[in-house]
């Protein structure tokens, strides 16, 4: 048997899209633009990582395919349209991620298990719908490539709804009442981009464990209900 070429973490961001977030749409670019930027400048780390970025709101487009940030030279760029569909969201996860760690293995890598950050600013448009998906998205005995996902809400998005789409209570964040949407949506990619670099240090140790940053002016969603 080959020797592997190491083990990587894919890690995917899934930003609202949607009409409600157009007054912010210079944050949410310039926070990617920040956590690629962060990536970069931990070349170890970002050894260990792949990041993709897709933005959501009708269906889901990719803003960056899985990516090793140490040689990626295009910074993604989201656009800004339609509703909040979450059934989107977790239709395609449920077949992008198993197909990506499909081809990261035969690339030679070990893979951990992906992690899914997620910010919304609203409420699922599509009824719940999207339950279904996400259910099959997060059955490891269905789907064994099943993500941890970390789901922040900001706006008019819900403690109970962001508990749901989480995949431990500890992974579920909502945006203190009265906060800035911007403000909020700068503070989720500074704690994104802790987070990827600490989870990325913790694959060289014995016990490699993916590390969850609360973004400040976030309080835990359980803490809401």
Known sequence: MSETKGVLLPAYVLADESGSMSPYQEELSNGLVSLCEGLRAEPMVAAKLRLAVLGFSDDVQVRLAVADMRTEGTLPQMEIRGLTNYKAVFEDLLHRIPADVQWLRGEGYKVHRPVVFLLSDGQPTDGGAWRGPHAALTDKSQTPTAPNIIACGIGDARANTMLEVATRP????????????????????????????????????????????????????????
């Open 170 to 225: 500890e992974f579920a964040f909502v945006a203190k009442a009265g906060t800035d949407i911007g403000q909020a949506i700068s503070e989720f990619f500074h704690s994104l981009t802790a987070s990827l670099v600490a989870s990325g240090q913790a694959l060289n140790s014995v016990s490699p464990q993916l590390v969850v940053n609360r973004p400040d002016q976030f309080t835990m969603a359980i803490d809401e209900v």
